[in-house]
């Protein structure tokens, strides 16, 4: 089994407050993504179909997607998206 940490700050981090004021099941699918992604071979990256699976609608997962992306929580990558900096936070295996 692989552990997520968030900081106890991470409510008030202003990426996670502009996430929230634009659509605020945008942190549901990062949490969501976040524990979906370190039980996977490449912890930090989200394939582009996983959050229309997270969020029971493509469309919607989509949108969200785009919401982390424009607040700077993921990041664009090939086939998908991956966490921003993940590398410097996620917990050693």
């Given at each position: 089994?692989?552990?997520?940490?968030?900081?106890?700050?991470?409510?008030?981090?202003?990426?996670?407050?502009?996430?929230?004021?634009?659509?605020?099941?945008?942190?549901?699918?990062?949490?969501?993504?976040?524990?979906?992604?370190?039980?996977?071979?490449?912890?930090?990256?989200?394939?582009?179909?996983?959050?229309?699976?997270?969020?029971?609608?493509?469309?919607?997962?989509?949108?969200?997607?785009?919401?982390?992306?424009?607040?700077?929580?993921?990041?664009?990558?090939?086939?998908?998206?991956?966490?921003?900096?993940?590398?410097?936070?996620?917990a050693p295996r």
């Amino acid at each position: 089994m692989s552990w997520v940490r968030y900081d106890d700050h991470f409510d008030s981090h202003p990426k996670v407050i502009a996430a929230k004021a634009r659509a605020m099941d945008s942190i549901t699918l990062h949490l969501l993504a976040n524990t979906w992604s370190a039980r996977t071979t490449r912890p930090g990256f989200v394939p582009a179909d996983v959050p229309g699976d997270l969020m029971n609608s493509k469309r919607r997962g989509t949108f969200l997607a785009g919401v982390l992306v424009e607040v700077g929580l993921w990041e664009p990558a090939e086939g998908g998206w991956q966490f921003h900096d993940h590398t410097d936070y996620r917990a050693p295996r």
